[in-house]
């Protein structure tokens, strides 16, 4: 089972300023087609997870372009340019290159 | 974007069984692969099973491997998990999500109580 592991846990943030979560991978996410599964997904409370970023880098129809995704192998980032209220809540990577995992989640709160 | 309903949730001891099911609106539901995802109180996400566009294929989390079976009705459009010999851990808000290398849509969720 692929493992994923996200830093920090929590991420007091000021707004209108950078974030930035780290994701990575027990193994490489490099499919056998070529590509590499690699989502973040973001949770507000009392909601369910939306889709942000998908295929590493590719933003997922209506986010915002504050929202960036990077990576390679077994290594992602993900960067909020410049965190907004409604960026709060938790933030997790998945992989789906080889059924799937999440990491452990990275809660985003305003300081 | 196609909405996606949850039910079949509830409370049950542990050893019994439950099934869930899914609805997608869209007529295209049957091009999708689907997933459920669950989520303890207070806890992250977990991946637990997902199945392919016509049934075919199907996969599972080590955690629930003979225990839990996902299939699906596409002239329904509906997925199902069937979940025997349910443990406490079973507990938590378990999602439907469309995708297959990302989970592009979710359902609202419904809630899993396995408690004696």
Redo the contacts between chains.
Sequence with gaps: ?IVMTQAPLSSPVTLGQPASISCRSSESLV?SDG?T?L?W?H?RPGQ????LI??VSTR?SGVPDRFSGSGAGTDFTLRISRVEAEDVG?Y?C?Q??Q???????TKVEIK | EMQLVESGGGLVQPGRSLRLSCIGSELTFRNYWMHWVRQAPGKGLVWVSRINSDGSLTSYADSVKGRFTISRDNAKSTVYLQMNSLRVEDTGLYYCARGGGSLESWGQGTLVTVSS
């Design positions: 089972e499919h590509n599964y989502s997904l949770q369910p997870p939306r889709l998908y295929l997922f938790v997790y998945m789906a290159t059924l799937g995992t999440f990491g452990q989640g």
